[in-house]
């Protein structure tokens, strides 16, 4: 269970059904996924898309909670919770009904990443990588990618809760390969202690979906989604998006 911290927004803990009491304060949840959103030196969550969120907030009548959590449990709290919302979640068919989309944040590229020092592997594409081991984060739609393109645990595909966890996999040789974007790995690399240097992208999965977006569960209001969307928009159209976007490398 995670440490609650304190940020402008203050962070909660949302393992529990306990929730806000003013109804115009909202949770946002969302994993540690650098240079999205993740906990700096000082504990406190920061990133690209946190700012995005902070940037939105000021353009409401909402306050807001921000919890970084696993995955799992950040898509459970949103797909159940009033008032909860996730952030860089991706939007699939099997999602798409479960959820009210506030908008689109930002799109990232997928790739199946493996080591430079594996010149014993060539492959061109994942079709081929099933003669090998995949890894990827539980619960991700990745996860669900793979087993419809018919990879399955443990033959060849291997699943972590986190993405240190799947990193330090690859780099220990237990798999072979990662499906992830390409655009969070420098910093992940950084936070775990290994080197980007030492990897490299493999084959690229062009129908892999790549488009985040803020999404909530149907319990919440039309109202808030409707704000908090016409938000989204503002800071696009005056330039305060791109500028976060733009400040983060991205």
Do not use: C
């Amino acid at each position: 269970m995670q440490k609650v911290l304190k940020y402008p927004f203050i962070l909660l803990l949302l393992l529990s059904s306990t929730f806000p009491s003013n109804a115009n304060q909202l949770i946002f949840v969302a994993e540690d996924l650098p240079p999205f959103h993740f906990l700096d030196a000082n504990n406190k969550p920061t990133g690209a898309l946190v700012e995005v969120i902070e940037a939105m907030l000021l353009k409401t009548r909402y306050t807001g909670f921000i919890n970084l959590m696993p995955f799992a449990h950040s898509y459970d709290a949103a797909l159940n919770q009033k008032n909860t919302l996730i952030f860089s979640l991706m939007k699939t068919t099997k999602r798409s009904k479960y959820f009210q989309w506030i908008g689109h944040i930002y799109k990232s590229k997928a790739f199946l990443i493996g080591l430079r020092s594996r010149t014993d592997i060539n492959i061109h594409s994942l079709e081929e990588a099933k003669s090998f081991v995949v890894g990827t984060i539980r619960g991700y739609h990745s996860e669900e990618y793979l087993k419809n393109a018919g990879f399955s645990t443990p033959q060849n595909l291997h699943l972590s809760v986190n993405y240190k966890h799947m990193w330090g996999m690859l780099f220990g040789r237990h798999i072979d390969f990662i499906l992830t974007n390409f655009v969070a790995i420098d910093r992940e690399m950084k936070s775990i202690g290994f080197d980007k240097e030492e990897i490299k992208p493999i084959v690229e999965l062009y129908d892999f979906p790549g488009d985040l977006f803020i999404a909530t569960g149907l319990t919440t209001s039309d109202k808030v989604v409707s704000e908090l969307s016409d938000a989204l928009h503002k800071i696009k159209d005056d330039g305060t998006y791109q500028k976060i976007i733009d400040k983060w490398g991205l």
